[in-house]
């Protein structure tokens, strides 16, 4: 080849990245790890899916560890977590936001991560730092502070009551036919008062019973 052909090759401009590669990448990464778990994820089967070849992929991310938290990263609705004051609302807007994460197209993937981080040493501490831990700090933040404020009985098991609202909703969505999961990602609110509700009637009553003649600030 003569100098003139090297030198046209080597100051061609590199081929441009395709902006649509990411978003297929990691919406193919969920579906697969939705339906297949972490034994059938592999580069080889989200470039497959997502109609790429796997060189893109490698140049991306490091290991697959790394492609599948960037996907639930990229895909993962923020779980605000809001305090106005009043507690019963601000639980409610929070299990709201929990079911909107899991009843969601990509929810089958989150309930598989929940089980299978637990087992896999390369996902746990990603999935506790990056998924998991973020959101129930920020519930439990809140949940402190409604103690501080008196709105709910000194003593009150406020990690229990976060096992009962994340314990519920997960439950409800795993054992919900397919028709009534879409009802409920359409309509969270419904189910969600009807949870916060138990749950703070129960700590009521444990309250009552642990405290004579006592009352919460509200």
């Known amino acids: 080849m003569g100098t003139s052909a090297r030198t046209g090759l080597?100051?061609?401009?590199?081929?441009r990245r395709d902006p649509s590669l990411e978003p297929r990448v990691v919406a193919a990464a969920l579906a697969v790890y939705a339906e297949a778990g972490w034994s059938g994820f592999s580069f080889d089967a989200v470039a497959r899916r997502a109609g790429v070849g796997k060189a893109p992929l490698y140049l991306r991310w490091a290991s697959k560890e790394d492609l599948l938290l960037a996907a639930f990263g990229a895909h993962t609705t923020a779980i605000t977590i809001t305090d106005s004051g009043d507690l019963r609302d601000d639980l409610v807007e929070y299990t709201c936001r929990l079911i909107d994460s899991k009843a969601g197209p990509d929810g089958w993937a989150f309930l598989r991560l929940h089980l299978e981080a637990t087992l896999i040493p390369a996902l746990h501490a990603s999935?506790?730092?990056?998924?998991?831990?973020?959101?129930v700090e920020g519930a439990r933040a809140l949940l402190d502070r409604a103690l501080e404020r008196g709105d709910l009985w000194p003593?009150?098991?406020?990690?229990?009551?976060l096992d009962s609202l994340y314990g519920a909703v997960l439950i409800k969505i795993i054992l919900s036919p397919p028709g009534e999961r879409e009802q409920l990602a359409q309509n969270p609110r419904s189910y969600a008062g009807q949870i916060v509700e138990f749950v703070l009637r129960g700590l009521l009553t444990a309250g009552q019973t642990g405290e004579e003649g006592g009352q919460p600030g509200r």
Do not use: C
């Open 127 to 135: 999935f506790s730092s990056q998924i998991a831990n973020p959101h």
């Open 155 to 161: 003593g009150s098991p406020t990690d229990l009551m």
């Open 10 to 15: 080597a100051s061609r401009p590199g081929r």
